[in-house]
């Protein structure tokens, strides 16, 4: 349920717009107009994090700040955290976190029970997503706050958790997250520049693998939507 993912719930955000538009429930007015933002919103982000993955090696080195930008996993955070500046650092890494977290939340609370149904079809999870779902009231606090992923994300909008209490917890448990990868980054800071050496010593091949490895990604993607159909979403629980 952590950040080991690019789209929202590990799906194609693209899916997303697509698989609501063929129920014919959010066609018109402003349910479409404000899927279509998300959606869109979703495949930028998901594609940034894509070109942060496929350039990681050159950007680690030469622009760390930028890697940061598009991509702010504990990996990149980690590695940059002895070559950007503690204020930028906190800055851009906290805002690139947060960025997709309320567009999933607000799936899950615009669809309820459908939208955690389309996470589990998309991503898996089944009986241990479904118990997590039963208990969300009694331990939703702490995993928005500790695992503020995808999943849990679409939980929190699905469980009617306060907008005011999800936005907290999660803003507040991702700095403590980043201030701690900062810290970690302090006391290991010989062994991750060594890590740092190495990459540029070896950028050209080190990104092209890392290019080649992403092209298999984005088409494997591909090829599942395309073998696949994508699971539609229900009207949204406030139209039924």
């Not at 309320?102 to 009986?127: E, I, S």
């Amino acid at each position: 349920m952590g950040r080991g993912y690019v789209a929202p719930a590990g799906a194609d955000p693209r899916a997303l717009r697509s698989s609501l538009m063929a129920t014919g429930r959010a066609e018109h007015g402003p349910h479409r107009r404000r899927l279509v933002a998300v959606s869109a919103a979703l495949a930028v982000i998901a594609t940034s994090a894509v070109v942060g993955n496929a350039l990681a090696p050159t950007l680690l080195v030469s622009h760390p700040l930028l890697l940061l930008a598009l991509n702010a996993t504990t990996r990149h955070l980690v590695l940059t955290s002895t070559s950007v500046d503690a204020v930028p650092y906190l800055v851009v890494g906290l805002g690139r976190r947060l960025l997709e977290d309320p567009l999933l939340f607000l799936l899950g609370r615009w669809y309820g029970d459908g939208a955690v149904n389309w996470v589990d079809d998309k991503v898996g999870g089944g009986r241990y997503l479904r118990a997590v779902q039963r208990n969300f009231h009694w331990v939703g606090w702490l995993l928005v706050a500790m695992f503020p992923g995808g999943v849990v994300c679409v939980l929190a909008g699905a469980s009617r958790m306060p907008t005011v209490v999800f936005l907290v917890l999660n803003v507040v448990g991702t700095v403590v997250t980043i201030v701690l990868l900062r810290r970690f980054g302090d006391a290991f800071a010989q062994p991750i520049e060594a890590v740092v050496d190495f990459v540029g010593a070896n950028v050209v091949v080190l990104t092209a693998a890392s290019v080649a490895l992403s092209a298999v990604y984005v088409l494997r993607r591909r090829r599942m939507r395309s073998v696949g159909a994508a699971t539609s979403l229900p009207e949204p629980e406030e139209q039924r």
